[in-house]
Nanobody, 117 residues
Framework: QVQLVESGGGLVQAGGSLRLACAAS????????MAWYRQAPGKQRELVAS???????NYADSVKGRFTISRDNAKKTVYLQMNSLKPEDTAVYYC???????????WGQGTQVTVSS
């Protein structure tokens, strides 16, 4: 059974930083592309960043230059370093394993990120 547990969210002022972590189990972590998504109130879930098994990174335009995705295959954990946070980054952040546009696992509880102005 695949389990994804996100952590690291919190309340931060605009311009601040947070580092999110997602621990995965029940999947062949090292071969899967991992991704971070977010969902703001009243909006659809959107892809924020992804990282392939070869550590190729991809970012949404809205976070390029501010967020960095990374992975530790030994720990089966994917990270999202978020710098220069803006109020519009406020959302619940989720991780998942992905193939193309398909999320492979059920969504976890996510971690809330709130950026105050």
């Amino acid at each position: 059974q695949v389990q994804l547990v996100e952590s690291g969210g919190g309340l931060v002022q605009a311009g601040g930083s947070l580092r999110l972590a997602c621990a995965a189990s029940g999947i062949s972590f090292s071969v899967e592309t991992m991704a971070w998504y977010r969902q703001a109130p009243g909006k659809q879930r959107e892809l924020v960043a992804s990282i392939t098994s070869l550590k190729r990174e991809n970012y949404a335009d809205s976070v390029k230059g501010r967020f960095t995705i990374s992975r530790d295959n030994a720990k089966k954990t994917v990270y999202l370093q978020m710098n220069s946070l803006k109020p519009e980054d406020t959302a619940v952040y989720y991780c998942n394993a992905v193939r193309g546009t398909l999320a492979l696992a059920s969504w976890g509880q996510g971690t809330q990120v709130t950026v105050s102005s």
